[in-house]
């Protein structure tokens, strides 16, 4: 049995409380908030006793965890993680890895420095369909377009209506982290514009474009509002690929499709139609990435998620918003 602290006890860390409760290997052992009454709610509704406090470094050497997880708001997640890390405790954390590339080089060099694992939970990844649209994506060839488009409008109240870039840095880090789960390759530059409607509930930009160049030359695009009334897409986006033998399609719900050529003849060359293969038994979410954590903890492999590659995520997000705010496009190596 593995003992974890969660540090966070809002909407998220909750919904963590309940994977960890619910999980045969693992036991919440301590629990932090710097609120006191939203820790004690939190334990009441799913129905733990662990150590609680909020002062994160005294629980951290009371309760000595085998790992620690992270639901702070982004901004929080580079003091928690160093922290930890450099306390010798691995560290499952929230997406977006931190608030600025600084922040996230500091963390990634106390993963290395530690000899520690940190592994950011892109819980996006673990969804049956997305691993179904993947396979169909590497048999349609080279890659030369592929495009995302977001639209939802959901009120949470809170950090994401106060911060700057709520799309790109809250939301878009799942998108862009799928692209490149998608595509199977880096991106290396982006042009960018972000905008808010002056009918827009958040403060900072909650619109956004971004043209991406990727290492084989080809492009992604995102397209994203999330100030969308009606006419939604779902959290996953709905997206379409185009390479060098065919097309492939996922509507970000159930409704996958694919077709590779057949022949070289004709004005339109004939196609086939793929047949998407849906992973049997597969946990999603933030489930999914518990389960790939454990793993990695008890073999030493290297989890989706590492944050020496979703750094590479994160930089997709600030090379947006460093294009959008200096209208150029701007070189993933920049930021
Ligand atoms: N993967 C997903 O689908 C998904 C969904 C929602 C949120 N998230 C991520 O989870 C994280 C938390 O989001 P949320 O919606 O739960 O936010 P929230 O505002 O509901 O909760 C954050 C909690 O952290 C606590 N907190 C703040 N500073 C702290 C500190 N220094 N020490 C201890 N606790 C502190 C707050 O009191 C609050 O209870 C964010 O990074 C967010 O992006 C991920």
């Known amino acids: 049995m593995k003992r974890a602290l969660i540090v966070g006890a809002g909407g998220m860390g909750r919904t963590w409380g309940r994977n960890l409760a619910s999980h045969p290997e693992t036991e919440i052992a301590g629990w932090c908030d710097v609120s006191l009454p939203s820790l004690e709610a939190a334990c009441a509704e799913i129905g733990v006793t662990p150590e ?8 951290l050497d009371q309760v000595r965890p085998d790992f620690v997880v992270d639901v702070t708001p982004p901004e929080i ?7 930890a890390l450099r306390a010798g405790v691995p560290v499952l954390g929230e997406k977006p890895m931190a608030h600025s590339m600084e922040a996230a080089r500091a963390m990634v060099a106390a993963s290395e420095e530690s000899g520690k694992l940190y592994m950011v939970s892109q819980s996006r990844r673990y ?25 939802l409008g959901p009120h949470f109240g809170g950090f994401r209506d ?5 799309l790109v840095l809250d939301m878009a880090i799942h998108t862009f982290d799928a ?13 960018a514009r972000e905008w808010n409607p002056g009918w827009s509930w958040m403060k900072g930009d909650s619109s956004a474009e971004a043209r991406f160049t990727m290492a084989n030359g080809g492009v992604f695009h995102y397209r994203g509002s ?7 897409t779902s959290w996953e986006s709905e997206w379409r690929a185009h390479g060098s033998l065919g097309g492939a399609r996922w509507d970000g719900f159930s409704g996958l499709s694919g077709e590779v050529v057949e022949g070289s003849e004709g004005f339109f060359y004939p196609t086939r139609a793929l047949e998407p293969q849906i992973p049997p038994q597969f946990r999603g979410g933030i489930e ?9 903890l008890e073999t030493g492999g290297t989890p989706q998620g590492e ?7 994160l930089a997709m997000v600030f090379a947006v918003i460093q294009s959008a705010a200096e209208r150029r496009e701007v070189s993933l190596d920049e930021v």
């Open 77 to 83: 997640h580079h003091d928690v993680v160093n922290l």
């Open 179 to 191: 692209a490149r789960k998608i595509a199977g390759q880096d991106f290396v530059s982006v042009e």
């Open 307 to 313: 944050c020496h590659d979703n750094i590479k995520s």
């Open 288 to 296: 999914g990435s518990l389960d790939e954590f454990l793993w990695a």
């Open 162 to 166: 106060e911060m700057p870039s709520p």
């Open 52 to 59: 609680i406090g909020t002062d994160f470094p005294a629980l």
């Open 127 to 151: 969804n049956a369909e997305l691993v179904a649209f993947c396979d169909l994506v590497r048999q349609i060839g080279d890659i030369g377009i592929l495009n995302a488009d977001f639209y």
């Open 226 to 232: 999330w100030v969308a009334h009606g006419c939604m």
